[in-house]
Antibody, heavy 119, light 106 residues
Framework: EEELLESGGDLVQPGGSLRLSCAAS????????MNWVRQTPGKGLEWVAG????????NYADSVRGRFTISRDNSKDTLYLQMDSLRVEDTAVYYC????????????WGRGTLVTVSS | DIQMTQPSSLSASVGDRVTITCRAS??????LHWYQQKPGKAPNLLIY???SLRSGVPSRFSGSGSGTDFTLSISSLQPEDFATYYC?????????FGGGTKVEIK
């Protein structure tokens, strides 16, 4: 069964850092682009970042560019999101999702991990 | 950035035909996808490329449109369909979602 499982969410102070992980199983990880999407409690969905299957191309939302870094380790079937200089407004549930390419739909989603930025 | 606009909510009864609209601020061809989300759960893909039904999704769901105007239809609303529906464009980055349409019980 195809599955994504996020981890690493926590309570962190403004200005702090956190690294999220997303472990994949049930599909050939390196064949898929991967994405991070976040959802503020009670609000809508915001795409955060994407990375190609080979990790050769990355894209970011303006709201996180320069602070967040998306990466992947295809030998470990794992996606990462390094989040630095965190702000209160980064508080959200973070989902990882796969896609066939940079311009295609998000097929499989993880269950999400909660990041809370607060003093 | 491409803005995606959906109505925030609608009320309907079991058995009703429901149509949810999604408008893009510029043409996105057919790079439009629909997701269903229930409380506390991740979004679930229903329709991709504007009108293609994902395998395993009930046939009462359908999608149409191209360019800037799109619709998601549910032919006969079932109790399990009360949820929030999001459209998403993948025509260009940043990828963007509509604000979501919550389908509530009338």
């Amino acid at each position: 069964e195809e599955e994504l499982l996020e981890s690493g969410g926590d309570l962190v102070q403004p200005g702090g850092s956190l690294r999220l992980s997303c472990a994949a199983s049930g599909f050939i990880f390196s064949n898929f682009a991967m994405n991070w999407v976040r959802q503020t409690p009670g609000k809508g969905l915001e795409w955060v970042a994407g990375i190609s299957g080979s990790a050769g191309r990355t894209n970011y939302a303006d709201s996180v560019r320069g602070r967040f870094t998306i990466s992947r380790d295809n030998s470990k079937d794992t996606l990462y999101l390094q989040m630095d200089s965190l702000r209160v407004e980064d508080t959200a549930v973070y989902y990882c999702a796969n896609s066939w390419g940079p311009n295609t739909y998000f097929d499989i989603w993880g269950r999400g991990t909660l990041v809370t930025v607060s003093s | 950035d491409i803005q995606m606009t959906q109505p925030s909510s609608l009320s309907a009864s079991v058995g009703d035909r429901v149509t949810i609209t999604c408008r893009a601020s510029q043409t996105i061809r057919n790079y439009l996808h629909w997701y269903q989300q229930k409380p506390g759960k991740a979004p679930n893909l229903l329709i991709y490329s504007a009108s293609s039904l994902r395998s395993g999704v009930p046939s009462r769901f359908s999608g149409s449109g191209s360019g800037t105007d799109f619709t998601l239809s549910i032919s006969s609303l079932q109790p399990e369909d009360f949820a929030t529906y999001y459209c998403q464009q993948t025509y260009s980055t940043p990828l963007t979602f509509g604000g979501g349409t919550k389908v509530e019980i009338k």
